[in-house]
């Protein structure tokens, strides 16, 4: 299976369990790898048979922008589901950060890894 990655894309939305995280979007940043098959895309040099990193990368933006959530738990649940509604994505795995969330940390974050299901 051939990979297409999304390194640290820098997103803003609102996400937290504290008011001060609920009241204001912050720093969010996400990183993925989508299993996919690119030979067609390969063969007939057409983006339309590819998965398109740009429509994903609007799709992650646009999502996290207009949603909220508590937890990364439950925004890379949903996040997950909704990347592969994508017909041509097999399987994706997803790294969601929150930098400076916690006091001498970098970032704190999640990943997982989710198929679709037949």
């Known amino acids: 299976m051939d990979k297409i990655f999304i390194k640290n894309?820098?997103?803003y939305g609102i996400l937290g369990i504290h008011p001060h995280e609920q009241?204001?979007?912050q720093r969010i940043q996400v990183s993925l790898k989508v299993d996919t098959d690119i030979r067609n895309a390969a063969k007939k040099d057409d983006i339309r048979?590819?998965?398109n990193y740009s429509s994903i990368t609007n799709l992650i933006v646009q999502f996290i922008e207009e949603s909220q959530f508590l937890t990364i738990e439950a925004l890379i649940e949903a996040l997950a589901k909704k990347i592969?509604?994508?017909q041509k994505i097999h399987s994706v795995?997803?790294?969601i950060e929150?930098?400076?969330?916690?006091?001498r940390a970098k970032s704190v974050g999640v990943e997982i890894t989710r198929s679709r299901t037949p």
């Open 9 to 11: 894309l820098q997103v």
């Open 23 to 25: 009241r204001s979007p």
């Open 49 to 51: 048979e590819a998965v």
């Open 84 to 86: 592969l509604e994508d």
């Open 93 to 95: 795995w997803l790294r």
């Open 98 to 103: 929150k930098p400076n969330a916690v006091p």
